[in-house]
């Protein structure tokens, strides 16, 4: 069963940085597509960033040229490496896992990493 497990949430001053981590079992994670999702309070889940199993990536404009995600195959890890922190950063950061076994989707969620971005 795969379980993404993200950690590195923090309370940050704005203009920091951070880097959230999330490792995914499983030893199928080369194929994995990994995506970062935030929710912040009482509004819905929204993507933030994406790496296909092929390394294509995507970003939601709110965090172009802040934000960047990566991933270390060889540790199962995918990465957010967040700079230029705002307030509105401020949410839950999950990471999302989905992948395709003979024409059939499978995705799993971690459960969550508390980002706070306040002075």
């Known amino acids: 069963q795969v379980q993404p497990v993200e950690s590195g949430g923090d309370l940050v001053q704005p203009g920091g940085s951070l880097r959230l981590s999330c490792l995914a079992s499983?030893?199928?994670?080369?194929?994995?597509?990994m995506t970062w999702y935030r929710q912040a309070p009482g509004k819905q889940r929204e993507l933030v960033a994406s790496?296909?199993?092929?390394?294509?990536?995507n970003y939601a404009d709110s965090v172009k040229g802040r934000f960047a995600i990566s991933r270390d195959t060889a540790k199962n890890t995918v990465y957010l490496q967040m700079n230029s922190l705002k307030p509105e950063d401020t949410a839950v950061y999950f990471c999302?896992?989905?992948?395709?076994?003979?024409?059939?989707?499978?995705?799993?969620w971690g459960q969550g990493t508390q980002v706070t971005v306040s002075s």
């Open positions: 790496m296909s199993s092929v390394g294509t990536t």
């Open positions: 999302h896992a989905k992948w395709r076994i003979f024409q059939r989707d499978y995705d799993a």
């Open positions: 499983g030893s199928l994670f080369r194929i994995y597509d």
